[in-house]
């Protein structure tokens, strides 16, 4: 499989139960395939997330100082700024070239979440930038959660199954940058080749190419996305939960051609997390002789907490 796949949700959201059983196909048969596809019909849209451009183009422009004073010291990264090389691959001591700020769950919404996350950070020089965050974050969460409704209908389980466990939560939206190369990267990339955490990924179409996905034959493939679609994967968590039927994709961001070092990048991936007492148990539908249980249970706030030392932002 040499190109991304793509689907588009309006098919799942029609009345027509062809139709919707046609994007559960394929949306599947793509995940299970190679790990990724390209959506069309989601509910984000163009104006809203341009609008998040700017915001974060804004933000990391700021002088270091003022960016730096939104870095929470033994904060694993999950929430407000993250300062540039901080955090790397899994299994690398090498940091990736890039800076990156996390908005999580709005509390000032949803008060009962208060004793279970952390406050966002309020960017105090910029008027719209938590207001419009949150706005992103609400769109894509809606997304993702329609998305694993109907994986739940793929994988044979009730179409709400994933509901109770990601209502309020612990996901995030991440913005990140990754500044002009000014010099030779010895061994860093922008991003190593990694697996993400979560369930699933949601990627607003980044500015500037260099995504490159691991296909099932081992050959690196480039992601692009057009303005209208979001690039989505399945996440290590959800490869845990179906015993790899729909297995994590590795994937990187290559470091640019030297005669385009100068420009910065930006992208914008939401990662979808569960609450941290769903079970990442093997789902029973897909544990065979011919397919044993791969992955030992664990709680997915556990997980989160080993990933998290692993890719150096907790200490262990």
């Known amino acids: 499989m040499q190109k991304i796949p793509k689907v588009d949700l309006n098919l799942f959201l029609s009345d027509d139960q062809n139709q919707q059983k046609e994007f559960i196909q394929q949306a599947g048969t793509a995940f299970k395939d190679i790990g990724f596809l390209a959506l069309k019909g989601h509910f984000l849209d163009e104006e809203l997330q341009n609008d998040l451009y700017n915001e974060i183009k804004a933000f990391f422009n700021l002088r270091k100082e003022i960016k730096s004073k939104y870095e929470i010291k033994g904060g694993g990264g999950q929430r407000g700024y993250t300062g540039f090389g901080k955090e790397h691959a899994e299994g690398r001591s090498v940091g990736d070239l890039k800076e990156f700020w996390h908005f999580g769950q709005d509390l000032n919404t949803k008060p009962y979440l208060k004793n279970r996350y952390p406050e966002?950070?309020?960017?105090?020089?910029?008027e719209g930038f938590n207001k419009i965050g949150n706005l992103v974050f609400l769109k894509l969460e809606k997304t993702a959660k329609i998305i694993l409704q109907a994986l739940a209908l793929f994988l044979k389980l009730d179409e709400y199954y994933f509901d109770e466990f990601i209502d309020g939560g612990n996901s995030i939206?991440?913005?990140?940058?990754?500044?002009?190369?000014?010099?030779?990267?010895?061994?860093?990339?922008?991003?190593?080749?990694?697996g993400d955490i979560n369930l699933i990924t949601l990627?607003?179409?980044a500015q500037g190419g260099g995504l490159q996905v691991l296909n099932r034959q081992n050959q690196w493939i480039d992601a692009i996305a057009k303005p209208d679609e979001l690039i989505i994967n399945?996440?290590?968590?959800?490869?845990?939960?179906?015993?790899?039927?729909?297995?994590?994709t590795v994937h990187r961001v290559v470091n640019p051609p030297?005669?385009?070092?100068g420009s910065s990048r930006y992208s914008l991936p939401?990662?979808?997390?569960?609450?941290?007492?769903?079970?990442?148990?093997?789902?029973p539908q897909t544990v065979?002789?011919?397919?044993?249980?791969?992955y030992q249970d664990i709680l997915a706030g556990e997980f989160l907490h080993q990933?998290?030392?692993?890719?150096?932002l907790l200490e262990k």
């Not at 399945?234 to 994590?248: E, F, Q, Y």
């Not at 065979?288 to 791969?294: I, L, S």
């Open 173 to 194: 939206l991440r913005a990140i940058h990754y500044p002009a190369i000014t010099q030779p990267p010895k061994e860093a990339e922008r991003a190593a080749a990694h």
């Open 307 to 312: 990933r998290l030392v692993d890719l150096g």
């Open 234 to 248: 399945i996440g290590d968590m959800l490869s845990r939960l179906t015993n790899n039927k729909l297995p994590s």
């Open 120 to 126: 966002n950070m309020i960017v105090k020089e910029l």
């Open 203 to 205: 990627l607003i179409g």
């Open 288 to 294: 065979r002789k011919d397919n044993p249980k791969k």
């Open 258 to 261: 030297k005669e385009t070092w």
């Open 270 to 283: 939401f990662f979808m997390h569960p609450n941290p007492e769903m079970p990442l148990n093997c789902i």
